[in-house]
């Protein structure tokens, strides 16, 4: 697929005079990239002068993270879009005016609407919006677009998570305690998270305690841990299975706990007794002796945690794979107790907000159900139209850019805080449906490869240019503060949003793009949901209180609530739920075409399709390409030798990355990032099977074969 080049800018931003040194202005605000929210100082009077140090906050307590310290390159990056940018009919993307190209994107609109109903038109959102983004943005598609068709990344992110922590607590909430709680633990258990390189402020949590990782890879996680589990991707159900079963034969299991606050569990320990030690190991590799090890490292500590990360979650049966590993807290007592507990490590910057209010196919705001007649009545007051003009549920995020430009698919697409191109399962497929829609919309404020396809491209605020809230993988509402002005041509999403609504005919009154005022609305829209932030106010954020949800609008002020299911879990009779799962294996096996597993995930250097960091000269000179992971042995079965390059194929496409050849691999798994464009795309050989509670491909393990690449030099 080759990519139209992007037109040359004319003339640069132009140039301000000298600060006055004394005034150089500073803000208080929080990373862009992930759930962490690592709280910083930014300074600077210009885009290309800001710099940044950690502010005095207790998530991060003075530490930063590669990506977080040169982000503030990005506000600066030689092709930043300062201008929205329109398809010619010459196939190039040329500079326009905002008139001209919101018109051609209402028109466009219009034109879809009238010839294939509201239906027709799709938007796709991210976690990374901020929480007054998500919420218009929802209330965009249902209202201003009339569409059900909205979904977003998150969806690849921790939806299997989210399912599973609903039926288990009746609540999702990450983690349902601040991080610093992690201090007071004797043994953590990770499942399937890297968090050395994926949230390295967050090990200073985990100093003291010792680490059980579970992870295929040795990476710099495992290396810190007491007790490294290394399963064959896509088994980690057995193996939490596995590990209920020794923990009720050995008699480690709380059971005042699991009379008193749960119920379910005979039937799910059913289950656990069928995978006992020997059978674990055959299935995982992971050896009994080890097994037992990690369940009395769980079962003896004080205080312990289990938390899972996208290892874990990422898979066809990723909602049953949590509730093993929640079917295992639950066993011995932790979710609900203070110094102990269960947890999903959210991963994007607002990965949890961006799941509450209402950009999530099935949701409207205050994480409510589309379905339930109380929920539309009470959001459509708010919104001050009938509850019948809201539409019902729509496809999930894969369903939906899989049907997009087909026969009963949308034709056009608006795509705000996501990259696709890069990031979705089967990316070749992806493209082509891209490639075969009416329109697509991208705003963002770098030529992602997604936003190179468009046809209309919207220049967008950057995080130092905007205000806003997000809520980080704690629950805890965070304001962003804005350091900057935005370049003068770049509009914020929200006035985007409210410029589109009022050209597809809404009216002015009922959209907002002030964030105060549209953060005020969603207070109301989420007032007496699961999600409740009726409570919460920039006023209260600015005065520095620390707020969790929920924070309910109450009489007095609410305190939030930093730690959830203390006296009772969320469900009606207060008790958690055991659910009964079994173990099952991935979507597709290794056999002699494709002899190997291959799994998919991050470096520390890189934020996810790399469309920010990949314009970072530190962060690519860290890490400048694409590689594989893969072990000695299985390089010289498969013919390829360290530094060569290789091609990675799956019976859905290939990708090609430079062999990293590395002892501590398991002899049947390859690694892959997924940061990476073009032939590098880890997303051309991933599986699209999906989870069907929670929507989530099957990201963390398919078939693959390893190859020279044809024509390189070895
Ligand atoms: N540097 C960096 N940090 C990030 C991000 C980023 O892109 N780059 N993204 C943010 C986001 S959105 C997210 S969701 C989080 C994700 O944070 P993590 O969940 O920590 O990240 P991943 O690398 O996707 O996956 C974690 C580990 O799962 C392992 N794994 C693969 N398959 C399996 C399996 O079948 N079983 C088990 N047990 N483990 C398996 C991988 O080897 C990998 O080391 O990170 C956030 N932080
Ligand atoms: N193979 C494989 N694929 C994966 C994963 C994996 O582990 N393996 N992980 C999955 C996970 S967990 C995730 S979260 C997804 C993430 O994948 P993507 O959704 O592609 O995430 P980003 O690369 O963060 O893309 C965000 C885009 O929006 C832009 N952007 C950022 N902030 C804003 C904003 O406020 N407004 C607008 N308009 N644009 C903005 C950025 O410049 C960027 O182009 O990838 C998934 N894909
Ligand atoms: S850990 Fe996350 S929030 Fe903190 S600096 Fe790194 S990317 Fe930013
Ligand atoms: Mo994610």
Not at 75 to 100: H, I, K, M, N
Not at 638 to 663: E, F, H, K, Q
Request: glycine share 10%.
């Amino acid at each position: 697929m080759s990519e139209p080049p992007l037109p040359v800018r004319e003339s640069g931003t132009p140039s301000a005079p000298e600060p006055d040194p004394r005034s150089v202005p500073e803000s208080d605000t929080h990373c862009p990239y992930c759930a962490l929210q690592c709280g910083t100082r930014l300074r600077g009077a210009r885009a290309a002068e800001v710099t940044v140090r950690p502010a005095d906050f207790p998530v991060n307590r003075g530490r930063l993270c590669q990506k977080g310290w040169t982000a503030p390159q990005v506000l600066s990056a030689a092709d930043r879009l300062t201008r929205p940018l329109v398809r010619r009919p010459d196939g190039r993307l040329a500079e326009a005016s905002w008139d001209v190209a919101l018109d051609r994107v209402a028109e466009g609109l219009r034109g879809i609407r009238d010839r294939h109903g509201p239906d027709g038109v799709a938007v796709f959102g991210g976690g990374g919006l901020t929480n007054e983004k998500a919420y218009l943005l929802g209330k965009f598609a249902r209202l201003a677009l009339g569409t059900s068709q909205i979904d977003y990344n998150g969806r690849f992110c921790m939806s299997s998570a989210a399912a599973a922590g609903n039926a288990a607590f009746g609540l999702d909430r990450g983690l349902p305690f601040p991080v610093t709680d992690l201090g007071e633990a004797q043994t953590v258990l990770l499942a399937g998270a890297n968090v050395a390189e994926t949230m390295p402020p967050l090990m200073q949590h985990l100093d003291q305690a010792e680490l059980i990782v579970m992870d295929p890879r040795r990476t710099a996680t495992a290396r810190r841990a007491a007790l490294h589990l290394q399963p064959a991707p896509g088994t980690d159900l057995a193996l939490a299975l596995g590990l209920l079963h020794i923990a009720a034969v050995d008699g480690l299991l709380d059971r005042d706990y699991i009379r008193t606050r749960t119920r379910g569990f005979d039937d799910a320990l059913r289950r656990a007794m069928a995978w006992w030690p020997e059978r674990v190991e055959a299935l995982t590799g992971v050896p009994a002796s080890d097994q037992r090890r990690a369940v009395r490292m769980l079962a003896g500590a004080r205080n312990a945690y289990v938390l899972t990360g996208r290892g874990v979650e990422q898979h066809s049966t990723g909602t049953d794979t949590v509730a093993g590993f929640v079917n295992l807290a639950l066993a011995l007592g932790l979710p609900g107790r203070t110094g102990s507990g269960y947890g999903c490590l959210t991963g994007q910057g607002n990965g949890q907000g961006g799941r509450e209010h209402g950009q999530k196919a099935d949701q409207l705001p205050g994480y409510r159900s589309i379905t339930d007649p109380a929920a539309r009545a009470h959001v459509a007051g708010v919104w001050g139209v009938t509850p019948d003009r809201l539409p019902g549920p729509g496809r999930s995020a894969y369903e939906l850019l899989d049907a997009l430009g087909g026969e009963h698919g949308p034709r056009g697409l608006l795509v705000f805080g996501s990259n696709p191109v890069v990031s979705a399962p089967r990316s070749a497929h992806l493209t082509d449906r891209l490639a075969a829609l009416d329109l697509l919309v991208v705003a963002d404020f770098v030529p992602s490869e997604t936003a190179r396809m468009a046809d209309v491209v919207l220049p967008v605020t950057q995080w130092a240019e905007e205000e806003g809230t997000l809520t980080n993988l704690e629950g805890r509402v965070l304001r962003r503060r804005a350091l900057l002005s935005p370049p003068p041509q770049v509009r914020s999403d929200l006035e985007v949003l409210r410029d589109l609504a009022v050209r597809l005919g809404e009216p002015a009154g009922r959209w907002s793009a002030d964030p105060r005022e549209v953060f005020d609305e969603l207070r109301a829209a989420s007032r007496g949901g699961r999600a409740d932030y009726s409570g919460i106010s920039y006023r209260r954020l600015d005065a520095r209180e620390s707020l969790h949800w929920p924070c309910p609008d109450a009489p007095g002020r609410h305190p939030g609530t930093p730690r959830l299911f203390l006296d009772r879990f969320a469900h009606p009779d207060g008790r958690a739920r055991f659910t009964a799962v079994d173990h099952q294996g991935p979507a597709e096996d290794i056999g002699p075409a494709y002899p190997l597993y291959a799994t998919t995930g991050r470096v520390l250097a890189h934020y996810q399709s790399g469309a920010q960091t990949r314009r970072v000269a530190e962060l690519t000179g860290a890490v400048p390409e694409p590689f594989v992971e893969v072990h000695p042995d299985t390089a010289v079965r498969s013919g390829v030798v360290d530094g060569s390059l290789a091609r990675i194929s799956s019976a859905r496409g290939s990708m090609t990355a430079r062999v990293r050849v590395d002892p501590t691999m398991r002899l049947d798994t390859v690694f892959a990032p997924f940061h990476f464009p073009g032939d590098g795309r880890a997303n051309l050989f991933t599986h699209p099977a999906l989870d069907p509670r929670s929507g989530m491909p099957e990201f963390k393990v398919c078939a693959v074969r390893l190859e020279p690449l044809p024509g390189a030099t070895p």
